[in-house]
C-alpha cells in the first residue's frame, strides 16, 4: 500500500496531514483525512476498484468540494506517484478560479 502525504482542504478546514494512496487489496485510490482530534473525517476508497485511477478519486473530491494540494512522498517510488497525482490534482483543482475553493493551492 502506498500512502502519500496531501493537504487536503474540506469544509473550510485544511488538513495539512490527509494522506491519499493506493491499496493494492481493494484495487483502489484513497483519501483520509482528519479532523482536529486526528480521527478520521473524511475516508475515500474503502470499497474494491472504487477509483481505479487518481482522477477519478479527484473528480469524486471535486464533487464534494474536497480540495487536495502538495501531495508528497519520502521514497523515490512514492516521489515518482507524487509527482503524477501533483500533475492531475493540479490541473483539477488549480485554485479558486476553477475549483470555486477560498484557498490558494499551497506550493
Given at each position: 500500500?502506498?500512502?502519500?502525504?496531501?493537504?487536503?482542504?474540506?469544509?473550510g478546514?485544511?488538513?495539512?496531514?490527509?494522506?491519499?494512496?493506493?491499496?493494492?487489496g481493494?484495487?483502489t485510490?484513497?483519501?483520509?483525512?482528519f479532523?482536529?482530534?486526528?480521527?478520521?473525517?473524511?475516508?475515500?476508497?474503502?470499497?474494491?476498484?472504487?477509483?481505479?485511477?487518481?482522477?477519478?478519486?479527484?473528480?469524486?473530491?471535486?464533487?464534494?468540494g474536497?480540495?487536495?494540494?502538495?501531495?508528497?512522498?519520502?521514497?523515490?517510488?512514492?516521489?515518482?506517484?507524487?509527482?503524477?497525482?501533483?500533475?492531475?490534482?493540479?490541473?483539477?483543482?488549480?485554485?479558486?478560479?476553477?475549483?470555486?475553493?477560498?484557498?490558494?493551492a499551497?506550493?
Amino acid at each position: 500500500m502506498s500512502r502519500l502525504a496531501v493537504t487536503a482542504v474540506y469544509q473550510g478546514v485544511v488538513d495539512p496531514d490527509a494522506v491519499v494512496g493506493w491499496d493494492p487489496g481493494l484495487s483502489t485510490y484513497f483519501l483520509q483525512a482528519f479532523d482536529q482530534g486526528g480521527g478520521p473525517s473524511l475516508w475515500l476508497g474503502t470499497g474494491f476498484s472504487e477509483f481505479t485511477t487518481p482522477h477519478a478519486l479527484a473528480m469524486q473530491c471535486l464533487a464534494l468540494g474536497v480540495g487536495l494540494f502538495h501531495v508528497w512522498g519520502r521514497t523515490v517510488e512514492d516521489q515518482r506517484l507524487s509527482a503524477e497525482l501533483n500533475e492531475i490534482f493540479n490541473s483539477i483543482f488549480s485554485g479558486e478560479a476553477q475549483s470555486g475553493y477560498n484557498v490558494k493551492a499551497l506550493h
